[in-house]
């Protein structure tokens, strides 16, 4: 394969091979390329040989999936959202104001909004403690608000898929920031889901008229081990269980002894219930406002007038056409 710049760019064997797998259109097609541009494709010398192979497929999976909504019937590989175009500066948002949110989650992140809408698995931890501290560092004084449908941590098979402290590392940090908490069940919250729907500010959790609570105690997985192993993981169980309890006490402002005693097998709540029992304080019913109440025209009123201040157009508008390139174009400038 000659690419007419062989003094730059060498490609013998393994490296042809690779590139051709992974980059089927880079056949006979690689002319003008300069030796900065090669190098960062990563299509010379030794990365090219180690490189794993890819099937370019799978890459457009990766990608489509990655901006979905986290869910039971929909796992991508890596769960992200892209938080704002702002960036934070010390006390908070750069002066500029934020971006409009290009997805989904952005845009309910924006509004404060933090979803849990599948079993508390450690990528959905990860991602709900990240945008919680996010909002945190963000404004302290403004609420965030945790809507919940989630099984916790126990699929729909009745299967344990994580463990029971991804539920209290997301309480800690509700716990941690300083923001105002709302929690809104919505559809089913149940086992250590239900713990963190109760574990909202008093007077700030809610739940839709028709959700389904249920709160047990954690269970364990049939499994063949050793007599060590398992009882190992008997003992995390049996800790587990007295922190659930504690915390559900705690929340729901009874004693120990009464809660153990109601909780210690599985038990179904109505939202009625619910608030009898402590679990929340609200039912929401149409017309009745949870969030704050946002004005987009107003903000992007303002945001327009931060930029004509300073003098340059806002994004998407007129007059960038010209100045939008490739980075692979913007690296050649000067060269």
Do not use: W
């Not at 990365?47 to 799978?58: G, Y």
């Not at 402290?165 to 309480?171: G, K, R, S, T």
């Not at 692979?328 to 400038?333: F, I, L, Q």
Request: a negative charge.
């Amino acid at each position: 394969m000659k690419f007419g710049h062989e003094d730059f760019f060498d490609v013998v064997g393994t490296e042809r091979d690779a590139i051709e797998d992974v980059y089927p259109a880079a056949r006979g097609s690689g002319r003008g390329l300069t030796r900065s541009q090669i190098e960062a494709l990563g299509l010379s010398g030794q990365e090219a040989n180690e490189r794993f192979s890819v099937k370019a497929l799978d890459l457009g999976a990766r990608a489509a999936y990655a901006r979905e909504m986290p869910s039971d019937g929909n796992e991508p590989v890596r769960y992200r959202t892209v938080m704002s175009g702002a960036t934070m500066t010390h006390g908070g948002m750069a002066p500029a104001g934020a971006v409009a949110p290009p997805d989904l989650p952005s845009l309910l992140l924006n509004a404060r909004i933090c979803y849990i809408g599948m079993s508390l698995v450690p990528a959905v931890t990860e991602l709900v403690v990240a945008e919680l501290l996010y909002l945190g560092y963000e404004q302290a004084e403004k609420p965030c608000y945790v809507y919940i449908n989630s099984g916790g941590s126990i699929n729909e098979k009745g299967e344990v898929v994580g463990m029971d402290n991804e539920a209290y590392a997301i309480l800690d940090t509700m716990r941690y920031i300083r923001s105002p908490i709302h929690t809104v069940a919505v559809g089913k919250c149940h086992g250590n889901a239900s713990l963190i729907l109760a574990g909202g500010d008093k007077g700030r959790r809610h739940a839709l008229p028709h959700v389904q609570i249920s709160t047990g105690p954690p269970k364990l997985n049939r499994t063949f081990d050793s007599t060590q192993n398992v009882q190992i993981r008997a003992n995390e169980c049996a800790m587990y269980e007295d922190t659930y309890m504690d915390l559900m006490a705690e929340y729901t402002g009874k004693d120990g002894e009464t809660v153990r005693k109601d909780l210690d097998r599985t038990r179904y709540f109505t939202p009625n219930q619910a608030i009898e029992y402590g679990i929340i304080d609200k039912v929401i019913t149409k017309g009745l406002n949870v969030m704050e109440v946002r004005d987009y025209e107003r903000l992007l009123a303002q945001q327009q007038a931060q930029y004509e201040a300073a003098g340059v157009p806002m994004p998407g508008q007129g007059g960038q056409q010209e100045e939008r390139r490739s980075h692979a174009d913007k690296g050649t400038v000067g060269r």
